[in-house]
């Protein structure tokens, strides 16, 4: 995502959230308010008139829930990603909107620029979940019933070996950096073979990624 700011539409039932968050990210070039919502349903329309990068999302709207619009858009808008802005980090909303396809999920209590870097991040086409809970989610989400419904390991096919290294550190919450210190090989390297894993397995992003994982039996929960 260059050339251009990130386009951003903010989709909050409370005026005061998004004209906050609107005046916040006003003061940075980078990214760029492209449109308000105040229901989930207005979302799913907005993005339809706007073309967002980024749809900024609140859980408990109006009319359609947050979880619904990001699955009605994640599904019809190709190029436009869901970054899930909660009050909260309750486990049953970050459960349904990574169901949904949500690329990342952080609470309104984080710093500015911490939400400002998680938009660019999800713009980007990586994942992003709030510090504390991206591991420990991750088990929970594959171990809960009905959270992964194929839960039998199935083999890894049309990818190389490396690859297979590179994904099952994924799973197991790895960035990039740590991947590319843990096989001895360049960042750059590792963000390729991340994109070509996507490629491959025809996951959205690495949330999607790291769930793959487990179910192909590369990464196992604990006990």
Do not use: C, W
């Not at 609140?58 to 994640?74: H, N, Q, S, W, Y």
């Not at 994942?127 to 594959?142: E, M, N, Q, S």
């Not at 790895?174 to 360049?186: G, H, P, Q, V, Y």
């Amino acid at each position: 995502m260059t050339g251009h700011p990130v386009r951003v539409l903010l989709a909050d039932d409370q005026p005061l959230v998004r004209s906050g968050l609107r005046v916040l990210m006003a003061e940075h070039p980078d990214p760029e308010v492209v449109g308000e919502a105040a229901t989930g349903a207005e979302a799913v329309q907005r993005v339809g008139e706007v073309g967002p990068d980024v749809v900024v999302m609140d859980i408990r709207m109006p009319v359609m829930d947050g979880i619904e619009a990001t699955r009605l858009i994640t599904a019809g808008a190709a190029t436009t990603r869901v970054l899930v802005l909660a009050t909260f980090d309750e486990d049953d909303y970050v459960y349904g909107a990574l169901r949904a396809g949500a690329s990342g999920f952080v609470v309104k209590d984080m710093a500015l620029d911490d939400i400002l870097a998680a938009i660019r991040v999800v713009a980007a086409g990586d994942a992003l979940i709030a510090p504390g809970v991206t591991r420990r989610l991750i088990k929970d989400f594959v171990g809960r019933p009905g959270a992964a419904p194929e839960r039998v390991p199935r083999p890894v096919e049309g990818i190389t070996e490396r690859e297979r290294e590179v994904l099952t550190l994924v799973g197991r919450g790895r960035s990039n950096t740590e991947i590319a210190a843990d096989l001895f090989i360049t960042v750059a390297t590792a963000k390729s073979h991340v994109s070509r894993l996507l490629a491959k397995l025809g996951a959205r992003d690495r949330v999607q990624l790291v769930i793959t994982a487990y179910e192909m039996g590369l990464v196992t929960l604990p006990h």
